[in-house]
């Protein structure tokens, strides 16, 4: 039996009727087309698939897309506006916080979590703030330059 | 977006740490990975996988299976055998005795680890298929596992494959220099048993395949999670009987690999097998849990090792026997780690006049050992540094200082050691004076010694490599059983606007070459590295190549790069030549810029050449239109790079656990084009080795099931655990290598492993604990103390 949904994806409306055991992110990545959005994990340890769910990162893949329903939701191909890159994504750029950047879309966002709870972390918070979040390219230490970087430039968005 | 803004090129552009030129596409979400692809009509396969490490398989009933919704179809090793040939091995050493056994897709008759391929469900959608799955029955009838390479060995072991008695896969043996007079003229020998355990790639992409045949017309398209999509082809080629031409194979975005994206794989031979079975296109991803039981692992040594040496601390010899896991069959490249890459580098940065070295390949009922990141050097730097540490203790003399007395002097064109190699240039007194002074060593010493007296232990280590990479000379390739070459190719094409395509048969798949080959081609030539794209992972359009690993990219492809920007310049001086009607002999080049000699302003740039080779309308007699050159590099020699990382720990005797305090790492590997990319491959590769010595281990039960099946249970680096790395470099070029550079995909994980573990085995001296068994969890150091305060 499916059960109708609508959430709003990165400001637009979507609807679609769904089994219920369907998680968040299977539903953007194979109902909606949006593949920004990466499964890395069956575990929920490793982070790949956060996403903003009414403004506070998630992990994508502990949410049934029916708990989502009349929510609002915005993954990495939301996060740029009109072109332009969030503070947050031009900080990894500029301070090289990525490699294979599967990781990345999911780092992001908790990074964005963390500036929203703490905008001037110190080195140490970030670390603790990212530590839900798996990289196996970077080392993190890039990724925590980054983080103070986009937290210096005024924040996250 | 800036994305698109063209900036003029620095002048040098080489050296300089831009940022990359493909993170825009990664970092908005629109990069595609072989998972995100999705084709009309397309079907999924899921994969039925053993749940025991060694079994009989007596009868598989797949009619339930095969009435469930949605399935389009259910397949098991009695449909793929002889429609599929086995999985072949792709390093064949010689002199060794090889014992091969057939790795089928899918499983027949007997199952040799948890995680072999058994059956597979097609259904329209990925949960239909994955339901589908569990209504397949098969009939087991168990046999005993046996997880240790060791007592593989050993005579009554369980026994895996007819081919191979005693499951001993080869013998291989390295031996250099009279090792016998060696030990017998020894004042010291200090001995260790080592197990490098075994360890899980976890690259954060699992595998995957998509596949897409055409019955009219015979062609099979491959999107792939591969380092190395020409080998693909080339193996796939052989295993499915699909003709070379007729085969495409596509590396997207790929994301990370670490070696396990090296081999090919039950799950990609398995896809293709339905897609040509069913004439749809057929999409398989792993999941992590599968990823972690059926894609490959990393080391699994276990290493018996005696050093002999002099009073005062010269080494005169190096003994080993290794029992090396290969899991349940041999992967792609799995014989040549432990004995190619981990034997001839048993040497290091010192002079050691006698090496022997025995390598038993073990078969074992485990999932299949590969190459891992690093890929036998680690395991040799971490048994040479091990020793030489104990050599250290047992002399009473400082770790550094027994170093420094063995160190190969600085040489820029070649030195031989007694495994047979010849490095190509090195100056290791360099890298460890560098790597002393950051980290202040003769200080530390002193705080230590403060330290202990409040009752606090704090440890220094030291862990200094030679690595072997930018593989290599193909003829040596050959003549050490590698089933293929291992030159690289570049091929440069100038479009009439002067904006260039680079085309590549390398493979990135993280390492930032869309960037760094970009710089090369623009420092060369004078063009703005953003109008250099380069296009790579596609065997349609990109030249044949052999791979993105053992840090051989940028140091054999690279230098194809050079060779063919090189060949692009002396046709542009000819053509100005021409245009400007000056002799050849008189034209230079600086700065985008060929003009006459003396007269600067009589000149060309690049782009007016690049216009007037394409258009054509005035070439010299003789001259072929168009601004393109090809190259195919086979390098004279290895490149060798090299440094020395220091570690500093503290440990808690109360609860055992050990904290990272600071980390310097200095590794020179050779010139560098990208600095920043430098830096990142360094931290990655540091904090890998780091997993290995504190935290990583695959563990199996004596029954051969995984016990650290998920990232639940698998422990690797967080961030909140690891202390910022400190990294700097010497710069050695490499003497034989066109644009002097190395390679540093890997320095990181060999030096790090040693140095951390040297650390915690330095801040435990109070308590005479000599050697734990890695990963150096809280329970193991404690329980070390623990044992050493009752000694």
Same mark, same amino acid.
């Given at each position: 039996?499916?059960?109708?949904?609508?959430?709003?994806?990165?400001?637009?409306?979507?609807?679609?009727?769904?089994?219920?055991?369907?998680?968040?992110?299977?539903?953007?990545?194979?109902?909606?087309?949006?593949?920004?959005?990466?499964?890395?994990?069956?575990?929920?340890?490793?982070?790949?698939?956060?996403?903003?769910?009414?403004?506070?990162?998630?992990?994508?893949?502990?949410?049934?897309?029916?708990?989502?329903?009349?929510?609002?939701?915005?993954?990495?191909?939301?996060?740029?506006?009109?072109?332009?890159?969030?503070?947050?994504?031009?900080?990894?750029?500029?301070?090289?916080?990525?490699?294979?950047?599967?990781?990345?879309?999911?780092?992001?966002?908790?990074?964005?979590?963390?500036?929203?709870?703490?905008?001037?972390?110190?080195?140490?918070?970030?670390?603790?703030?990212?530590?839900?979040?798996?990289?196996?390219?970077?080392?993190?230490?890039?990724?925590?330059?980054?983080?103070?970087?986009?937290?210096?430039?005024?924040?996250?968005? | 977006?800036?994305?698109?803004?063209?900036?003029?090129?620095?002048?040098?552009?080489?050296?300089?740490?831009?940022?990359?030129?493909?993170?825009?596409?990664?970092?908005?979400?629109?990069?595609?990975?072989?998972?995100?692809?999705?084709?009309?009509?397309?079907?999924?396969?899921?994969?039925?996988?053993?749940?025991?490490?060694?079994?009989?398989?007596?009868?598989?009933?797949?009619?339930?299976?095969?009435?469930?919704?949605?399935?389009?179809?259910?397949?098991?090793?009695?449909?793929?055998?002889?429609?599929?040939?086995?999985?072949?091995?792709?390093?064949?050493?010689?002199?060794?005795?090889?014992?091969?056994?057939?790795?089928?897709?899918?499983?027949?008759?007997?199952?040799?680890?948890?995680?072999?391929?058994?059956?597979?469900?097609?259904?329209?959608?990925?949960?239909?298929?994955?339901?589908?799955?569990?209504?397949?029955?098969?009939?087991? @009838?168990? #046999?005993?596992?046996?997880?240790?390479?060791?007592?593989?060995?050993?005579?009554?072991?369980?026994? &895996?494959?007819?081919?191979?008695?005693?499951?001993?896969?080869?013998?291989?043996?390295?031996?250099?220099?009279?090792?016998?007079?060696?030990?017998?003229?020894?004042?010291?020998?200090?001995?260790?048993?080592?197990?490098?355990?075994?360890?899980?790639? *976890?690259?954060?992409?699992?595998?995957?395949?998509?596949?897409?045949?055409?019955?009219?017309?015979?062609? &099979?398209?491959?999107?792939?999670?591969?380092?190395?999509?020409?080998?693909?082809?080339?193996?796939?080629?052989?295993?499915?009987?699909?003709?070379?031409?007729?085969?495409?194979?596509?590396?997207?975005?790929?994301?990370?690999?670490?070696?396990?994206?090296?081999?090919?794989?039950?799950?990609?031979?398995?896809?293709?097998?339905?897609?040509?079975?069913?004439?749809?296109?057929?999409?398989?991803?792993?999941?992590?849990?599968?990823?972690?039981?059926?894609?490959?692992?990393?080391?699994?040594?276990?290493?018996?090792?005696?050093?002999?040496?002099?009073?005062?601390?010269?080494?005169?010899?190096?003994?080993? *026997?290794?029992?090396?896991?290969?899991?349940?069959?041999?992967?792609?490249?799995?014989?040549?780690?432990?004995?190619? #890459?981990?034997?001839?580098?048993?040497?290091?940065?010192?002079?050691?006049?006698?090496?022997?070295?025995?390598?038993?390949?073990?078969?074992?009922?485990?999932?299949?050992?590969?190459?891992?990141?690093?890929?036998?050097?680690?395991?040799?730097?971490?048994?040479?540094?091990?020793?030489?540490?104990?050599? @250290?203790?047992?002399?009473?003399?400082?770790?550094?200082?027994?170093?420094?007395?063995?160190?190969?002097?600085?040489?820029?064109?070649?030195?031989?050691?007694?495994?047979?190699?010849?490095?190509?240039?090195?100056?290791?007194?360099?890298? &460890?004076?560098?790597?002393?002074?950051?980290?202040? +060593?003769?200080?530390?010493?002193?705080?230590?010694?403060?330290?202990?007296?409040?009752?606090?232990?704090?440890?220094?280590?030291?862990?200094?490599?030679?690595?072997?990479?930018?593989?290599?000379?193909?003829?040596?390739?050959?003549?050490?059983?590698?089933?293929?070459?291992?030159?690289?190719?570049?091929?440069?094409?100038?479009?009439?606007?002067?904006?260039?395509?680079?085309?590549?048969?390398?493979?990135?798949?993280?390492?930032?070459?869309?960037?760094?080959?970009?710089?090369?081609?623009?420092?060369? #030539?004078?063009?703005?590295?953003?109008?250099?794209?380069?296009?790579?992972?596609?065997?349609?359009?990109?030249?044949?190549?052999?791979?993105?690993?053992?840090?051989?990219?940028?140091?054999?492809?690279? @230098?194809?790069?050079?060779?063919? *920007?090189?060949?692009?310049?002396?046709?542009?001086?000819?053509?100005?030549?021409? &245009?400007?009607?000056?002799?050849?002999?008189?034209?230079?080049?600086?700065?985008?810029?060929?003009?006459?000699?003396?007269?600067?302003?009589?000149?060309?740039?690049?782009?007016?050449?690049?216009?007037?080779?394409?258009?054509?309308?005035?070439?010299?007699?003789?001259?072929?239109?168009?601004?393109?050159?090809?190259?195919?590099?086979?390098?004279?020699?290895?490149? +060798?790079?090299?440094?020395?990382?220091?570690?500093?720990?503290?440990?808690?005797?109360?609860?055992?656990?050990?904290?990272?305090?600071?980390?310097? @790492?200095?590794?020179?590997?050779?010139?560098?084009?990208?600095?920043?990319?430098?830096?990142?491959?360094?931290?990655?590769?540091?904090?890998?080795?780091?997993?290995?010595?504190?935290?990583?281990?695959?563990?199996?039960?004596?029954?051969?099931?995984?016990?650290?099946?998920?990232?639940?249970?698998?422990?690797?680096?967080?961030?909140?655990?690891?202390?910022?790395?400190?990294?700097?470099?010497?710069?050695?070029?490499?003497?034989?290598?066109?644009?002097?550079?190395?390679?540093?995909?890997?320095?990181?994980?060999?030096?790090? *492993?040693?140095?951390?573990?040297?650390?915690?085995?330095?801040?435990?001296?109070?308590?005479?604990?000599?050697?734990?068994?890695?990963?150096?969890?809280?329970?193991?150091?404690?329980?070390?103390?623990?044992?050493?305060?009752?000694?």
């Amino acid at each position: 039996m499916k059960v109708p949904i609508t959430i709003s994806i990165n400001g637009r409306a979507r609807s679609a009727e769904v089994e219920p055991r369907l998680l968040l992110v299977q539903f953007l990545r194979d109902v909606l087309g949006l593949t920004g959005t990466k499964i890395g994990c069956d575990t929920s340890q490793c982070g790949a698939c956060m996403v903003l769910l009414d403004g506070i990162a998630v992990k994508s893949c502990t949410c049934l897309a029916v708990q989502a329903d009349g929510c609002a939701v915005t993954t990495i191909e939301g996060l740029a506006s009109n072109g332009q890159l969030s503070a947050l994504q031009e900080a990894f750029w500029e301070k090289h916080g990525l490699q294979c950047g599967f990781c990345t879309p999911g780092m992001i966002f908790a990074a964005y979590e963390l500036l929203r709870t703490n905008p001037n972390p110190s080195p140490e918070q970030i670390r603790h703030g990212l530590e839900g979040n798996m990289c196996r390219c970077t080392g993190y230490q890039n990724i925590v330059r980054a983080v103070q970087a986009a937290a210096a430039a005024g924040g996250r968005a | 977006m800036s994305v698109a803004a063209t900036a003029p090129a620095p002048a040098r552009v080489f050296g300089s740490g831009i940022r990359r030129r493909e993170d825009p596409r990664l970092l908005t979400g629109t990069a595609l990975y072989t998972a995100d692809f999705t084709l009309p009509g397309q079907a999924y396969a899921a994969i039925l996988r053993s749940p025991h490490a060694h079994a009989r398989i007596r009868t598989i009933d797949t009619a339930r299976a095969k009435a469930a919704p949605g399935v389009v179809a259910v397949f098991t090793g009695a449909d793929s055998d002889g429609v599929l040939k086995p999985i072949p091995c792709a390093w064949l050493i010689p002199n060794s005795n090889l014992k091969t056994a057939p790795y089928r897709p899918m499983a027949t008759d007997t199952v040799r680890f948890v995680g072999d391929a058994v059956a597979v469900v097609v259904a329209d959608s990925d949960h239909q298929a994955y339901d589908a799955l569990e209504l397949i029955d098969v009939d087991y @009838a168990p #046999l005993p596992a046996v997880v240790d390479p060791q007592k593989a060995a050993e005579a009554g072991a369980p026994h &895996l494959h007819e081919e191979a008695p005693g499951n001993i896969a080869f013998h291989w043996t390295v031996a250099g220099g009279d090792i016998d007079a060696a030990f017998t003229s020894a004042d010291v020998v200090v001995r260790d048993r080592i197990v490098q355990q075994r360890l899980i790639p *976890t690259a954060m992409e699992p595998r995957g395949a998509l596949a897409q045949y055409v019955p009219a017309t015979g062609e &099979l398209t491959l999107w792939n999670t591969t380092q190395n999509p020409h080998i693909v082809r080339f193996i796939m080629s052989v295993v499915t009987g699909v003709p070379e031409d007729r085969l495409r194979v596509i590396a997207p975005e790929v994301g990370g690999g670490f070696g396990s994206k090296i081999p090919q794989i039950q799950g990609d031979f398995i896809t293709v097998f339905c897609a040509m079975q069913l004439g749809r296109p057929v999409k398989w991803v792993e999941t992590r849990s599968e990823n972690y039981v059926s894609t490959t692992h990393g080391r699994d040594h276990v290493q018996e090792v005696e050093l002999a040496a002099t009073t005062d601390g010269r080494i005169l010899g190096v003994r080993a *026997t290794v029992w090396a896991g290969m899991g349940g069959y041999l992967s792609t490249a799995a014989p040549g780690i432990p004995t190619i #890459l981990h034997g001839l580098m048993l040497s290091g940065p010192y002079q050691i006049p006698a090496i022997k070295e025995d390598v038993y390949g073990v078969y074992t009922t485990t999932t299949p050992v590969e190459a891992y990141r690093g890929a036998g050097r680690p395991e040799a730097t971490y048994m040479l540094e091990r020793l030489v540490d104990l050599l @250290a203790d047992e002399i009473k003399a400082d770790p550094v200082e027994v170093r420094r007395r063995n160190l190969i002097p600085p040489f820029e064109n070649g030195h031989a050691v007694a495994t047979g190699l010849t490095y190509d240039s090195g100056d290791y007194q360099g890298a &460890l004076d560098t790597a002393l002074a950051q980290i202040g +060593y003769d200080n530390l010493r002193t705080e230590q010694a403060a330290a202990r007296a409040k009752g606090r232990y704090i440890g220094i280590g030291v862990s200094m490599y030679v690595e072997i990479c930018g593989l290599g000379p193909s003829q040596v390739a050959g003549a050490v059983g590698f089933q293929g070459g291992l030159w690289e190719s570049a091929i440069v094409r100038f479009h009439p606007s002067g904006k260039v395509h680079v085309f590549v048969g390398i493979s990135p798949h993280g390492q930032g070459e869309e960037t760094t080959f970009a710089q090369v081609v623009a420092d060369e #030539l004078g063009v703005a590295v953003t109008d250099v794209k380069v296009v790579h992972g596609d065997t349609e359009n990109t030249p044949m190549g052999w791979g993105t690993y053992g840090s051989r990219a940028t140091a054999v492809g690279g @230098a194809a790069l050079a060779i063919a *920007t090189r060949k692009i310049k002396e046709k542009a001086r000819l053509l100005t030549s021409h &245009l400007l009607e000056a002799a050849v002999e008189d034209i230079d080049y600086a700065d985008g810029k060929f003009f006459v000699r003396g007269s600067p302003d009589k000149a060309k740039t690049i782009q007016d050449i690049a216009l007037m080779a394409n258009v054509a309308w005035n070439l010299p007699q003789g001259m072929e239109a168009g601004l393109e050159a090809s190259s195919f590099y086979d390098p004279p020699n290895f490149t +060798y790079p090299f440094g020395t990382h220091i570690a500093v720990v503290e440990v808690d005797p109360e609860t055992g656990h050990v904290e990272l305090k600071r980390y310097v @790492a200095v590794d020179d590997c050779g010139r560098q084009i990208n600095p920043t990319i430098v830096e990142g491959q360094v931290h990655g590769g540091v904090v890998q080795g780091i997993g290995q010595a504190l935290w990583e281990q695959a563990v199996y039960d004596q029954n051969g099931q995984l016990l650290t099946g998920s990232l639940i249970d698998y422990a690797i680096p967080r961030a909140d655990l690891l202390p910022d790395i400190d990294v700097r470099s010497t710069v050695t070029p490499s003497p034989h290598h066109p644009l002097g550079v190395k390679g540093i995909g890997e320095a990181g994980t060999i030096a790090s *492993t040693a140095a951390v573990y040297n650390a915690v085995i330095d801040a435990l001296e109070p308590f005479t604990v000599r050697s734990i068994q890695m990963p150096l969890t809280p329970e193991r150091v404690w329980r070390a103390i623990t044992a050493g305060k009752g000694a």
